[in-house]
């Protein structure tokens, strides 16, 4: 198990509100990744923190 300090921290900016596609506006996690969050690996954390980085980008185009 992950050492509590050496966790990926959570993209969270307290601005939580879903959009039409079920993705954060705030921090760009899906309502799965939220919700799922506290029991995913660190691997697991970096992955979704890769599909924010890009789903992020898709709405400053």
Do not use: F
Request: aromatic letters at 4%; proline letters at 2%.
């Amino acid at each position: 198990m992950d050492n509590r300090q050496d966790r990926v921290r959570s993209p969270c900016v307290s601005v939580c509100a879903l959009d039409e596609n079920d993705v954060c506006i705030g921090c760009h996690r899906t309502g799965d990744e939220i919700l799922r969050w506290t029991s995913m690996t660190n691997d697991e954390r970096r992955q979704v923190l890769q599909y924010v980085a890009q789903r992020e980008e898709k709405t400053l185009l």
